[in-house]
Structure formats: structure tokens, C-alpha cells
């Protein structure tokens, strides 16, 4: 069974930032592809970055050069450190484990950018 751990949202002012946490179990961790996706009520889930497991980092056009990904895995730990944050990065964040047919959801973690 797989289980996430999700933890470091909240509510913060434009231009400060947050670093998101994902612990996972129940995978072989390495193995997987990880991502961090945002979705905002009566819209769609969007990519916000992913790691692959040799290490190739992409990030959606929105976040490149504020958002960094990281990914731990002897702590089976995927990170997002988010700066410079602004009112439309405002979304239920979750993280996201991949590999072949195999996918696998957070329950989610609010963020709020607003003064």
C-alpha cells in the first residue's frame, strides 16, 4: 500500500516563500518518476515539476527560476522550495509518484499567496 505524508503548506504573502515535503511508502522509491502537481477548485491538475530518477528536472513555464525540486531518496523524501510566490500559485499542491503503468496520488496540501 502506498502512503504519502504531505507537510509545509500555508498561507503566506506574495514575494515569500514555502518548501513542501513528501515522504512515500510502500514503493520501491527509487525507481519512480516524482512530481508535484497544483490544482485550483473547477480546474484541472497541472504539472508543477518532476524529477525523474537519474535525476532530469522539469518545471512548468509558470514556476522556472522560482520553484526547485528535489528529490531524497535514502529518506524516500521528494521537496518543493517555492520563492518569490504570487497569488496565482495559489492551489492545492500534491505529490505525484510514477513508474510505467503505476500512479500514484497525495491526499493534497493547501497553499495560499495572498496578503
Known amino acids: 500500500q502506498v502512503q504519502f505524508v504531505e507537510s509545509g503548506g500555508g498561507l503566506v504573502q506574495p514575494g515569500g516563500s514555502l518548501t513542501l515535503s513528501c515522504v512515500v511508502s510502500?514503493?520501491?522509491?527509487?525507481?519512480?518518476?516524482l512530481g508535484w502537481y497544483r490544482q485550483v477548485a473547477g480546474r484541472q491538475r497541472d504539472m508543477v515539476a518532476q524529477i525523474t530518477p537519474s535525476g532530469r528536472i522539469t518545471y512548468s513555464d509558470s514556476v522556472k527560476g522560482r520553484f526547485t525540486i528535489s528529490r531524497d531518496n535514502a529518506k524516500k523524501m521528494v521537496y518543493l522550495q517555492m520563492n518569490t510566490l504570487k497569488p496565482e500559485d495559489t492551489a492545492v499542491y500534491f505529490c505525484?509518484?510514477?513508474?510505467?503503468?503505476?500512479?500514484?496520488w497525495g491526499q493534497g496540501i493547501q497553499v495560499t499567496v495572498s496578503s
Open positions: 505525484n509518484v510514477r513508474q510505467l503503468g503505476n500512479n500514484f
Open positions: 510502500g514503493i520501491t522509491f527509487r525507481g519512480y518518476v
